[in-house]
């Protein structure tokens, strides 16, 4: 494949790309077209391509840049998702009145172009210096009218291994399962498949997806919802009553590659609906090699046993009109009734946002609102609760979100790589203490707070959630995931400089860009820490140390410079639809479920150069002919006339 090369055009407004592509004969050559992320729409993309005037296309993903044209940009921002995101896969799959979550959706994702579409943004210091370089140069060409030669001219080497579809690519080994490592916790340290004990699931999605992977943050799309469940996880690990002591059992799960068709929660529920049978046990004692799991603890999961669902949406209130920000408890519209005492009573402990000195309440001032109070039966939005659901319908379930009717327009954007300090610290507290509260109420078989005795009200007063932590959390994970409170629980002594800014695509299958679930995983470990029954000795410091002095016992692990017990696992997140065979080999078992797959990359380069006039280079070109021609010329009759003289000697 031939790398994509043109002279910089730059794009800050709708007129400039009518400009560009109209033929009045003033561009002659091919062109790498600079714009602003929002003119990346499917219209423009279609309208550059059949010009020909373009060889490619950057979108400078920096929505707040004043160098762009300020009228230029749109005074509403449209989802590149689809109008339902992931619905083909969810619960109302095939339902002719699926309600449309997403309406702002252009469905952009899920074009295909024949034209190379890069991103350029400011994510961290290599990018910035492109950035700037790159803009610079475009400027420069514009200054001299794209007339005056030399202009600035961009080339992308890039190549893409894949075939037509996953099943041809995964075949040919070009391509990888987009996926990587969910993660599932529990304080129960007996929890077991025949214990009969009832078990409530807090959950929420750890990836997101947009035109870009590697510059996807997600913040209100998934980020939001995986800080409200670590939060979640804090509070109730501050419970005067262990949660191990309850008369149910509480899970946490944190699901990766949720963005492509579930596929994190889709197999997790497949894995523990279902009896998995190992036909080829694991050499190392633990997990299976055929079918493979890296451990079997999942199966201490008894589904039939699974009680209610408690799941984390979009909480931030990013991008929300409202002023006056509320949190919307959303049922399955076919089993409303079922749900119905959940509703309730997250209502009850939100107490409508309104701080009355009864513990159960918070006092964030967000109140709590049923989904369907305007009458309406939307059921449930795209979620991780649906796959649950799609195995056992009568499951009681609850998604908490900020929006009634509508998903987030930030949807799968790019430009979802916000927050506001204030707003989206407490719309998450909010949302993190209704939920553990009432998770609390329920672990303990508590239907109605208002009969609590006083040595309960006074044990859920401990459940507090921290607004600093909150707040650290979502700094770590959108803005620096450097940070001290990351450093501390991956057991890393010297941070990164500058900080660093990590996306949230789900990568690819065991790939070693998994540094969100890696967290999650060390964050929960700590939370459902437990004494090991083994040495019953209190958690052992300095096993971060380098000098390897000390070693955690058999079960133990080091997080947190300390050797901690728990019942925290990874589970392989893929989509349904792909297998693994015996010989290590993917391959697609059943193409009606999600197969999402990434194919092979080669490294992709960028060069910035200055290319002289199309007439400077016929001239060049003639001129490079007529030497050649010259060139064999006087070859030709340097040969003769040597064959000849050395005749004649």
Request: proline share 6%; aromatic share 10%.
């Amino acid at each position: 494949m031939n790398a994509a090369s043109g002279v910089l055009y730059k794009a800050d407004s709708q007129d400039d790309i009518q400009t560009l592509v109209s033929d009045d004969g003033r561009f002659k050559v091919k062109y790498t077209v600079l714009l602003p992320y929002w003119l990346l729409t499917n219209d423009n993309v279609r309208l550059l391509y059949s010009s020909k005037k373009a060889a490619a296309i950057i979108a400078v993903v920096n929505g707040t840049n004043p160098v762009h044209a300020q009228n230029a940009r749109p005074t509403t921002v449209s989802s590149p998702d689809t109008t339902c995101p992931n619905c083909e896969f969810g619960l109302y799959a095939g339902s002719p009145d699926q309600y449309q979550w997403n309406p702002t959706g252009t469905g952009q994702l899920y074009q295909s172009y024949d034209l190379p579409i890069y991103a350029l943004n400011t994510m961290d210091q290599r990018n910035t210096i492109s950035y700037n370089a790159v803009l610079q140069a475009a400027i420069m060409n514009k200054v001299k009218e794209y007339r005056n030669y030399p202009l600035k001219s961009l080339q992308f080497n890039s190549f893409m291994w894949g075939a037509q579809n996953s099943e041809a690519c995964l075949r040919k080994g070009w391509c990888t399962p987009v996926g990587g490592a969910s993660v599932w916790s529990t304080p129960s340290t007996n929890i077991s498949a025949t214990d009969n004990k009832p078990i409530i699931v807090v959950s929420a999605a750890m990836d997101s997806r947009s035109l870009f992977h590697d510059i996807t943050l997600g913040v209100e799309s998934s980020v939001t919802g995986m800080v409200t469940v670590l939060a979640v996880a804090e509070a109730l690990s501050r419970s005067s009553i262990p949660l191990a002591t309850m008369p149910k059992h509480v899970l946490y799960t944190l699901f990766t590659a949720e963005a492509w068709g579930f596929s994190g929660s889709q197999r997790f529920v497949n894995d523990v609906f279902s009896k998995v049978e190992c036909i080829k046990p694991s050499t190392s004692g633990s997990g299976c090699s055929y079918p493979f799991y890296s451990n079997l603890d999942f199966q201490k999961i008894n589904s039939a046993n699974i009680e209610a669902i408690f799941e984390a949406g979009q909480i931030g209130g990013i991008g929300s009109s409202s002023a006056t920000p509320t949190l919307f408890a959303h049922v399955d519209k076919n089993q409303a009734g079922v749900s119905a005492p959940l509703v309730k009573q997250l209502i009850q402990v939100a107490g409508n946002g309104n701080s009355s000195g009864n513990p159960t309440q918070p006092s964030s001032q967000v109140p709590v609102q049923s989904a369907n109070a305007d009458g309406v039966e939307r059921g449930l939005p795209p979620s991780s609760a649906m796959s649950f659901l799609k195995s056992r319908a009568s499951l009681p379930a609850v998604v908490l979100t900020d929006y009634q009717k509508e998903m987030s327009s930030y949807t799968s954007q790019d430009l979802d790589d916000t927050w506001n300090p204030d707003t989206t610290v407490r719309i998450i507290q909010q949302a993190a203490s209704v939920i553990s509260r009432t998770v609390w109420l329920q672990a303990q078989g508590i239907s109605d707070a208002a009969q609590m005795t006083v040595e309960q009200q006074q044990a859920m007063g401990s459940i507090e959630v921290n607004p600093q932590l909150v707040h650290d959390l979502l700094n770590c994970l959108t803005l620096n995931y450097s940070c001290p409170l990351v450093d501390a629980y991956l057991n890393v002594t010297a941070s990164p400089t500058p900080p660093m800014r990590l996306p949230h695509y789900s990568g690819t299958l065991y790939s070693q860009s998994q540094p969100f679930p890696i967290f999650a995983w060390s964050f929960l470990a700590n939370m459902t820490r437990f004494i090991n029954s083994t040495t019953n000795t209190p958690p052992v410091k300095g096993c971060s140390s380098s000098s390897g002095t000390v070693q955690c016992s058999s079960g133990e692990y080091c997080v947190g410079d300390q050797c901690i017990a728990t019942l925290t696992r990874y589970h392989d997140a893929f989509g349904t639809g792909i297998g693994l065979s015996e010989d290590n080999n993917y391959y697609i078992k059943d193409a009606s479920k999600p197969v999402w797959t990434e194919s092979t990359w080669d490294p992709i380069g960028l060069r910035l150069f200055e290319v002289t006039s199309p007439t400077a280079q016929g001239v060049e070109l003639g001129v490079g002919i007529i030497l050649t021609v010259v060139s064999a010329m006087v070859v030709w009759y340097s040969k003769k006339f040597l064959k000849k003289t050395l005749k004649q000697d």
